[in-house]
């Protein structure tokens, strides 16, 4: 069992990052392997619209890290995705995952059986980024939408999140609810 986290932030040490450590540090607390990932720090080309994506075995962009994650992404039992607000919405780096992520075609699902979610602002529009991380899990796999737990919250500096107790302890929630759940029998 493993939660693969991908952190979507432009900061690797920013709020949205500090609240996917104390999840994934609860998970772990669980019994279940963790494993998280920074999209800035992977060679990820921006998705070039093929035409012919989704029928391919394999993105046909230039040979990169993106398609690696992306199988990993999909064979993982359990995933957590975290974006920081930007104009209302996911990061513009996750968004170019999500969309190099079509070559897995609509036919091919993810397997997790555990989803988070988590998104931070300084400001609005946390609502709206996690109702797109939401739409893409909901997408791509058939795990119901009221088995996708998720954090959002207000930090508008460094260090922020993980000063807050509230936060802290809904990441917290939030990693040990997925690891429960990954537990579960299938």
Known sequence: MKILAIVSS??????????VDIALEEA??????VEKEI???KQIGW???????GSQPGCLHAPDDGTELAERLFSADGILLSSPVHMRSISAIMKNFMTRT?????????CARSVGLVAVASNSGIEETLDDLENYVTR??????????????????????????????????????????LKRPS
Do not use: T, W, Y
């Open 47 to 53: 998705c070039l619209g093929h035409e012919e994506c």
């Open 140 to 181: 791509r796999s058939s795990i119901s939408p009221e088995k996708i737990l998720k954090v959002g919250g207000r930090a508008k500096k460094p260090g922020d999140a993980k000063a807050n107790p509230e936060l802290v302890q809904k990441a917290r929630q939030l990693g040990r609810k997925m690891a429960e759940e």
């Open 28 to 33: 772990k607390k669980h019994g279940v392997e």
């Open 102 to 110: 079509r070559f897995k075609g609509i036919d091919n699902s993810l």
């Open 10 to 19: 432009p900061h690797p040490g920013g709020n949205s990052s500090d609240l």
């Open 39 to 41: 999209l800035i720090e």
